[in-house]
């Protein structure tokens, strides 16, 4: 109590600093009487108004699992106070209307930085910065965890004893968990704590193709994994539909004259139609430009497509290095059936084959990219990407996937492909 009050108090001294640097940014020295005689009469409202808007986004609760969750909290407590000290003094403007914006503008910057340093220098003195894990099982869970995080591990027998906690950030299931009730509790600990539930790679890999049987234990499962909030969810949405229409208006000049292309060098049709899997293993039609010869699969059926495979036309080699063939998906991303990043849909052939395919690996819509797309080859095999797309479902974020998309722009001009 003591330390939140200390930051409330030097949070508002701090305020008010940011809003003298501000005017002298803006002004220099001296101010000008007529624009700063309106703080002087309001400055004890300003302040009320961003101490309570950092309180809202619980800027002073007494535990943040990274500085980065420091630092999204004062940015939106600036924001909200910058916006409501704009409207008080506007709704004031009789009195206070010579009060300049660009001072708010400037001092939300300032204020950011003194504010959130301060704080973040602070907690970390008093090491209110770090992530609480709970590993569950007596497995190993490997490079998980991290090294920076208070970690505890208990025994699957002792999950109840996570009921008592108020403050976990992170549920690590380093051991096989078959019973239904346990399962049941891990996502009632999810909702309550508001903790990720995390596997470890051995587990992940294991647990469900081998102890779990029945659909109700796999559905159970996917309602946490992968599964963010509904504001991440909605950003991820808005990212997707997006950077979609955009890619698809520049690319569409391109578009035609691949079309013009395949119709010129190769028989049969310029779209190719596929069924593939995609979330919770509903199946939807995937287009994509075509690069094989026409009835590629007729008389052998689906296998994976390889290296100098003799059944990809020369034009089709091209647009697959570029990645090319796969701008039609932007359609299959506006229609909700896919995400720019994620798992890449398989088809329903490949999915009977590989185990864990049909698992959690079904848990977010399938991607155009993803971390095995830029980290790996095109052509890697099924049990490869697994580790891979694990790695994604488990960490899947907003930010996640935008450093995805700026990694693929250079992979579309490497050799890592063909």
Known sequence: MTLRLCLVITNAILIELGILVSFLIRYGLPFPEDNFLPYKKSFVFLTVIYISSLSFFRVYKGRFKTSWDLFKRVFLGLFLGTLLSVAFVYVFRVKWGAFPTSVFAISFFVNLLLIFKLNQFVLKVKKKIKKQVVILGEGKVDDIVGKKANVERKRVDQIRELLEYSHVDEIVISEKITNAEDLNLLLYLQ????????????????????????????????????????????????????????????????????????????????????????????????????????????????????????????????????????????????????????????????????????????????????????????????????????????????????????????????????
């Open 191 to 418: 909702r309550k704590l508001k903790a990720e539930i995390l596997f470890s790679p051995s587990v992940y890999m294991r647990l469900l193709p081998e102890r779990i049987t029945g659909n109700s234990s796999v559905k159970l499962l996917r309602t946490f994994v992968g599964r963010r909030s509904d504001l991440d969810e909605f950003f991820i949405t808005i990212l997707d539909i997006s950077t979609a229409l955009i890619l698809l208006i520049l690319a569409a000049v391109p578009m035609l004259i691949i079309s013009i292309f395949i119709k010129l060098t190769s028989g049969g049709t310029v779209i190719y139609k596929q069924e593939r899997v995609g979330k919770d293993g509903i199946t939807f039609t995937l287009y994509k430009f075509r690069t094989m010869i026409k009835d590629a699969e007729k008389n052998v059926g689906p296998i994976l497509a390889k290296q100098d495979d003799p059944r990809i036309t020369k034009i089709g080699k091209v647009l697959r290095t570029t990645r090319m063939d796969e701008l039609l998906q932007l359609f299959n991303v506006l229609c909700g059936q896919m995400s720019l990043v994620g798992p890449r849909p398989e088809r329903p052939h490949f999915v009977k084959l590989h185990e864990p395919l049909r698992k959690l690996r079904l848990a977010v819509k399938p991607g155009l990219t993803g971390l095995a797309q830029i980290r790996s080859f095109y052509d890697l095999h099924p049990k490869h990407k697994i580790k891979y797309d694990y790695l994604y479902i488990q960490r899947r974020t907003l930010l996640l996937n935008m450093y995805i998309l700026l990694q693929t722009i250079p992979v579309l001009f490497s050799k890592k492909g063909w």
